[in-house]
C-alpha cells in the first residue's frame, strides 16, 4: 500500500487528465479500500445464500464441485480486466474500455448493459435482505412490508454513499470484517467439529437429477448456472478507480484479492454446510428452504440464531451499500460524457466529492423495480436477469479485447503486459463467458418455482433482450457514440458542486487526498499509442 502512498500528489490525476478527465471524485482509497469494495459486493455471505439452496436442489450435494469451476472461469475474466485497468484505470470500466478498444457504439452498449445489469442487481440485494430485518425482530414478513423496507435500504444506502468515499470506505470495512470473520469461523468449525457425513457426500445427487430428466450433466450445468451469481462483484474495485490511490497497479491487485478471497471462503462455507446439514436430502426434495441456517443451529444450538441472523444481514447491507456505490460511479462515467438520459443532472457531484447524481438516479431506477417484489416469481425474474446480464458484459469486454489484440490495435501498455499468454488466456475467457451467457440464459424450468409462468423461465433471455433492444434504439435514436470521437471522451462541463464542506479527514488522508481539479478545462489528449483507438 505503501507504494501507492509514495506517489506524488499529483500524479493520479494527471494520469487523469492524460485519459481526458479532470479529478472530480475524492481519491483517498488504499488498496485495502478498493478490496474492501470488491469483496463486499461479491460478499461470500449473501453468494452462499443466494446459490446453496437452489445449487443442491437441482444437482444435489455435488453441486459444490460447479463452484471452483466457476472461479477458475472467473479468473481468466479477471486476467483481462487487470490489463484493462492496469493501462484505463477509470470508472465505468466496460463502457470506457469497450469504446477504445472497439469504438464508441460498442462501448456505449456494453456500458449500458453493465448498467442495468447493477442497477438491478442493488434491487435484487435489498429485497433478499428485507426478510432478515424481519427475522432479526421475529417478525413476520408480507409482501407490501417486504418492499417498504428494501425500499429503506436502498436510501440508507444512497445517504451512506452521499457522504463520500472516506465514510463508504469505513461503512464497508467494518460490514465485511465482521462478516468474513463470522464466515471463516462458522466455516471452520462446521468442518472440523460438526460433520454429520464424510466426503464421499460430494460424489452423490441424492436424485436430484430427476428434475433434469435424470440427466446429472444436465444437474451439474444448471448448477454452474446458479453458481454463476457468486462470483461476479469484483468490478466494484474498478468503479472506485478514480478513488483510488496509484489506481493502475492497485485496481488490478484488489480485484485478484477480492475475487480469490471470497470464492475460498464461499468454497469452504459451501463444504461445510452439506456436510453439517442433518438431512440434505431434505434440501434436494424442496423440504428446506434454508439450508444454511438449519446446519449453523443444528451444530451451534438454537442461541447461534440471532447472532447468525445478525451477521447475514451485515454481510447483505454492506453488499447493497457498496453496490450501490459501483453503480453510482458507472452512471457518472456514462453523464459525465453527455450519453446517458439527463446527462446534466446524473454527472452531478455534491460537495463531499460524491456521484450524487449518479446514486439518485441509480437508486429511483433500482428502487422502481422493486414493485415486483410485490409479486415473489416476477422478483425472481429480476434474478434470473442480473446474473444473466452481468455475464453479458463480461462476454463483451472480453470478446473487444481479444479482438483488438489480434487485430493490432491494442498492445496492452499499463504495467501488465502478458504478451502471447495474455492472448491466449484472452481467447479462453472469451469462451467461457460466451459459454456462461448462453448457459446462464437457456430456458430451464428447474430453476423457476413450480407453477411460475412462462415468462420466468424464460426471464435471463428477455430481459437481456429487453435491455439490449433498448440500448441499440437508444444508439439509432439518439446516437450518443456522435459525442465520443475516435475514442476520446468529449466530457460535458461539471456544474458547480454543492456548498457542503467535507467532513474532517485523518493526517493520513490530508497527505494523499486533494481538491477536485477544475472539471471545465478542456480534456487533454489521451496518450495510449496505438491502444487508444
Request: hydrophobic share 55%; aromatic share 12%.
Given at each position: 500500500m505503501s507504494e501507492g502512498m509514495d506517489r506524488p500528489a499529483d500524479a493520479d490525476a494527471s494520469r487523469l487528465r492524460d485519459l481526458g478527465y479532470s479529478q472530480e471524485l475524492r481519491r483517498s482509497l488504499g488498496i485495502l479500500g478498493n478490496i474492501s469494495m470488491g469483496f463486499a459486493v461479491v460478499s461470500p455471505v449473501v453468494a452462499l445464500?443466494?446459490?446453496?439452496?437452489?445449487?443442491?436442489?437441482?444437482?444435489?450435494?455435488?453441486?459444490?464441485?460447479?463452484?471452483?469451476?466457476?472461479?477458475?472461469?472467473?479468473?481468466?475474466?479477471?486476467?483481462?480486466?487487470?490489463?484493462?485497468?492496469?493501462?484505463?484505470?477509470?470508472?465505468?470500466?466496460?463502457?470506457?474500455?469497450?469504446?477504445?478498444?472497439?469504438?464508441?457504439?460498442?462501448?456505449?452498449?456494453?456500458?449500458?448493459?453493465?448498467?442495468?445489469?447493477?442497477?438491478?442487481?442493488?434491487?435484487?440485494?435489498?429485497?433478499?435482505?428485507?426478510?432478515?430485518?424481519?427475522?432479526?425482530?421475529?417478525?413476520?414478513?408480507?409482501?407490501?412490508?417486504?418492499?417498504?423496507?428494501?425500499?429503506?435500504?436502498?436510501?440508507?444506502?444512497?445517504?451512506?454513499?452521499?457522504?463520500?468515499?472516506?465514510?463508504?470506505?469505513?461503512?464497508?470495512?467494518?460490514?465485511?470484517?465482521?462478516?468474513?470473520?463470522?464466515?471463516?469461523?462458522?466455516?471452520?468449525?462446521?468442518?472440523?467439529?460438526?460433520?454429520?457425513?464424510?466426503?464421499?457426500?460430494?460424489?452423490?445427487?441424492?436424485?436430484?437429477?430427476?428434475?433434469?430428466?435424470?440427466?446429472?450433466?444436465?444437474?451439474?450445468?444448471?448448477?454452474?448456472?446458479?453458481?454463476?451469481?457468486?462470483?461476479?462483484?469484483?468490478?466494484?474495485?474498478?468503479?472506485?478507480?478514480?478513488?483510488?490511490?496509484?489506481?493502475?497497479?492497485?485496481?488490478?491487485?484488489?480485484?485478484?484479492?477480492?475475487?480469490?478471497?471470497?470464492?475460498?471462503?464461499?468454497?469452504?462455507?459451501?463444504?461445510?454446510?452439506?456436510?453439517?446439514?442433518?438431512?440434505?436430502?431434505?434440501?434436494?426434495?424442496?423440504?428446506?428452504?434454508?439450508?444454511?441456517?438449519?446446519?449453523?443451529?443444528?451444530?451451534?444450538?438454537?442461541?447461534?440464531?440471532?447472532?447468525f441472523v445478525v451477521v447475514v444481514l451485515i454481510g447483505f447491507l454492506a453488499c447493497a451499500v457498496a453496490s450501490q456505490g459501483g453503480a453510482a460511479r458507472g452512471l457518472f462515467s456514462l453523464a459525465r460524457d453527455g450519453v446517458f438520459p439527463f446527462s446534466r443532472h446524473v454527472r452531478r457531484v455534491n460537495g463531499r466529492q460524491a456521484p450524487i447524481g449518479g446514486l439518485v438516479a441509480s437508486t429511483l431506477i433500482s428502487g422502481s423495480a422493486l414493485v415486483l417484489g410485490l409479486n415473489a416469481t416476477a422478483i425472481g425474474s429480476l434474478i434470473a436477469f442480473g446474473t444473466a446480464a452481468t455475464y453479458l458484459p463480461f462476454f463483451l469486454v472480453s470478446l473487444a479485447a481479444f479482438i483488438a489484440r489480434v487485430r493490432g490495435t491494442w498492445v496492452p501498455s499499463g504495467h501488465i503486459r502478458q504478451g502471447a499468454r495474455g492472448t491466449v488466456l484472452n481467447a479462453l475467457a472469451v469462451l467461457w463467458t460466451a459459454f456462461e451467457v448462453v448457459n446462464v440464459c437457456w430456458p430451464r424450468a428447474v430453476l423457476a418455482p413450480p407453477g411460475a409462468p412462462w415468462y420466468q423461465v424464460w426471464a435471463a433471455l428477455l430481459g437481456t433482450g429487453v435491455v439490449l433492444g433498448s440500448g441499440l434504439l437508444y444508439l439509432l435514436v439518439k446516437r450518443p457514440q456522435d459525442r465520443l470521437r475516435d475514442g476520446a471522451a468529449a466530457p460535458l462541463p461539471a456544474p458547480a458542486p454543492a456548498p457542503v464542506p467535507a467532513p474532517a479527514a485523518s493526517p493520513a488522508e490530508d497527505a494523499t487526498a486533494r481538491p477536485a481539479e477544475d472539471a471545465t478545462a478542456p480534456a487533454a489528449p489521451e496518450a495510449a499509442g496505438p491502444a487508444a483507438h
Open positions: 445464500y443466494a446459490v446453496s439452496m437452489v445449487g443442491t436442489t437441482v444437482a444435489g450435494p455435488m453441486w459444490v464441485w460447479a463452484l471452483p469451476l466457476v472461479l477458475a472461469g472467473q479468473c481468466l475474466v479477471v486476467n483481462v480486466y487487470a490489463e484493462l485497468s492496469a493501462q484505463w484505470p477509470l470508472a465505468g470500466g466496460p463502457y470506457q474500455w469497450g469504446r477504445r478498444l472497439l469504438g464508441p457504439a460498442f462501448g456505449w452498449l456494453g456500458g449500458w448493459v453493465w448498467q442495468f445489469a447493477v442497477m438491478f442487481g442493488n434491487t435484487t440485494v435489498a429485497y433478499l435482505a428485507a426478510p432478515w430485518v424481519y427475522a432479526l425482530f421475529g417478525a413476520v414478513p408480507t409482501p407490501g412490508g417486504l418492499v417498504a423496507v428494501a425500499v429503506g435500504i436502498l436510501l440508507a444506502g444512497m445517504l451512506v454513499n452521499a457522504y463520500g468515499i472516506t465514510i463508504l470506505r469505513r461503512f464497508v470495512s467494518m460490514g465485511i470484517a465482521a462478516e468474513a470473520v463470522a464466515s471463516v469461523l462458522v466455516g471452520l468449525a462446521l468442518l472440523l467439529f460438526f460433520r454429520e457425513h464424510g466426503f464421499a457426500l460430494f460424489t452423490e445427487t441424492l436424485g436430484a437429477e430427476a428434475l433434469s430428466g435424470g440427466s446429472t450433466v444436465l444437474g451439474l450445468l444448471a448448477a454452474v448456472a446458479v453458481a454463476g451469481w457468486a462470483f461476479i462483484g469484483f468490478d466494484a474495485c474498478v468503479s472506485t478507480a478514480e478513488e483510488t490511490r496509484d489506481a493502475g497497479r492497485q485496481v488490478p491487485r484488489a480485484m485478484w484479492w477480492a475475487l480469490l478471497s471470497v470464492g475460498t471462503v464461499v468454497i469452504l462455507n459451501a463444504m461445510a454446510v452439506a456436510l453439517a446439514h442433518p438431512r440434505p436430502a431434505d434440501v434436494v426434495a424442496g423440504q428446506d428452504l434454508d439450508p444454511v441456517t438449519t446446519a449453523v443451529v443444528h451444530a451451534f444450538g438454537g442461541w447461534s440464531d440471532k447472532p
